[in-house]
C-alpha cells in the first residue's frame, strides 16, 4: 500500500512539475517567440537546466508538447462551441467553428503563432501531432456530411475538378466526409483556408489601416464562405 501511495505521489509530483514547465515555456513563447531555450525556462523554475531533462529530453520535445496542447486546446473549442448549435442549423453550425477558431487565436496569439505561423527552424513535427492538429477541421467535415446525408448540399458547381484535386479531397474526406461530392469538398477546404488566412492577417496585424470593423467583417466574410461551400 505505501508503495503504491509514493509511485503515487511521484507521478503527481512530475505531473505538476511538467506544467509548469510548460505555462514558463508558453511565457517565453510570448517574448521569443518559438526560439525556446531549455536554459532560460531552467533559470525562471529556479532549477539547472539539467533538471528539465528529466522531464524533456530536448527543446523540440518540449515544443512538441506545447504544439500538442495548442492543437488541442483549439480543437476542444471548436467541439465545444459548434456542440452548443442545433444540429440542422448548418449555417449556425459552421459560423460558431469560424467564430471559435478566432476568439482561440486572438485570445492566445502567440500558441496561435506556434501552430500556423512561420515554422520553427530546425524543428520537424512527430507524427503523433497529426490527430490533434485535425480535430477542428474535421468538425467542418462533419457539418458537410450531415449536410450531405440530408441532400441539403446544392448541386455540384460546374467548374469540373481536377484528377489530381479530386484525389487529394477523396483522401482528406476519406473518413470525416465520405459523401460528400468532390467539388464540395474542395470549397470547404478552400473556405478552411480562408477562414485561417483571414484569422492570421488579424493576429498578425496584417488588417490595421485597413479593416476597422474587424467582428463585422469577419461575420460577412464567413456567411459568404458558407454560401461559397453550400450550407
Same mark, same amino acid.
Given at each position: 500500500?505505501?508503495?503504491?501511495?509514493?509511485?503515487?505521489?511521484?507521478?503527481?509530483?512530475?505531473?505538476?512539475?511538467?506544467?509548469?514547465?510548460?505555462?514558463?515555456?508558453?511565457?517565453?513563447?510570448?517574448?521569443?517567440?518559438?526560439?525556446?531555450?531549455?536554459?532560460?525556462?531552467?533559470?525562471?523554475?529556479?532549477?539547472?537546466?539539467?533538471?528539465?531533462?528529466?522531464?524533456?529530453?530536448?527543446?523540440?520535445?518540449?515544443?512538441?508538447?506545447?504544439?500538442?496542447?495548442?492543437?488541442?486546446?483549439?480543437?476542444?473549442?471548436v467541439e465545444d462551441r459548434e456542440r452548443t448549435v442545433g444540429r440542422d442549423d448548418l449555417t449556425g453550425r459552421w459560423m460558431a467553428v469560424c467564430d471559435a477558431v478566432r476568439g482561440w487565436a486572438l485570445e492566445?496569439?502567440?500558441?496561435?503563432?506556434?501552430?500556423?505561423?512561420?515554422?520553427?527552424?530546425?524543428?520537424?513535427?512527430?507524427?503523433?501531432?497529426?490527430?490533434?492538429?485535425? @480535430? +477542428?477541421?474535421? /468538425?467542418?467535415?462533419?457539418?458537410?456530411? #450531415? &449536410?450531405?446525408? =440530408? !441532400?441539403? *448540399?446544392?448541386?455540384?458547381?460546374?467548374?469540373?475538378?481536377?484528377?489530381?484535386?479530386?484525389?487529394?479531397?477523396? @483522401? +482528406?474526406?476519406? /473518413?470525416?466526409?465520405?459523401?460528400?461530392? #468532390? &467539388?464540395?469538398? =474542395? !470549397?470547404? *477546404?478552400?473556405?478552411?483556408?480562408?477562414?485561417?488566412?483571414?484569422?492570421?492577417?488579424?493576429?498578425?496585424?496584417?488588417?490595421?489601416?485597413? /479593416?476597422?470593423?474587424?467582428?463585422?467583417?469577419?461575420?460577412?466574410?464567413? !456567411?459568404?464562405?458558407?454560401?461559397?461551400?453550400?450550407?
Amino acid at each position: 500500500m505505501y508503495g503504491m501511495k509514493a509511485t503515487g505521489i511521484r507521478a503527481r509530483v512530475r505531473a505538476e512539475m511538467t506544467e509548469e514547465i510548460k505555462a514558463i515555456a508558453r511565457r517565453h513563447l510570448a517574448t521569443d517567440g518559438a526560439n525556446l531555450s531549455l536554459r532560460a525556462v531552467a533559470r525562471d523554475l529556479g532549477v539547472v537546466s539539467s533538471a528539465i531533462y528529466r522531464y524533456f529530453a530536448s527543446r523540440d520535445d518540449l515544443l512538441t508538447a506545447l504544439i500538442l496542447d495548442a492543437y488541442n486546446s483549439l480543437g476542444q473549442t471548436v467541439e465545444d462551441r459548434e456542440r452548443t448549435v442545433g444540429r440542422d442549423d448548418l449555417t449556425g453550425r459552421w459560423m460558431a467553428v469560424c467564430d471559435a477558431v478566432r476568439g482561440w487565436a486572438l485570445e492566445r496569439p502567440h500558441e496561435y503563432a506556434l501552430i500556423y505561423g512561420s515554422p520553427v527552424p530546425g524543428y520537424q513535427a512527430p507524427t503523433d501531432t497529426v490527430a490533434a492538429a485535425t @480535430r +477542428a477541421v474535421t /468538425v467542418l467535415g462533419t457539418i458537410i456530411q #450531415d &449536410a450531405a446525408v =440530408a !441532400r441539403r *448540399l446544392p448541386p455540384g458547381p460546374p467548374e469540373p475538378v481536377p484528377d489530381a484535386v479530386a484525389e487529394d479531397v477523396r @483522401r +482528406a474526406s476519406a /473518413v470525416i466526409a465520405p459523401d460528400v461530392p #468532390d &467539388a464540395v469538398t =474542395a !470549397r470547404a *477546404l478552400s473556405a478552411w483556408v480562408t477562414l485561417f488566412g483571414l484569422v492570421s492577417f488579424e493576429v498578425f496585424g496584417q488588417l490595421n489601416n485597413v /479593416v476597422e470593423h474587424r467582428d463585422e467583417f469577419f461575420e460577412h466574410q464567413m !456567411r459568404a464562405q458558407a454560401g461559397f461551400v453550400g450550407i
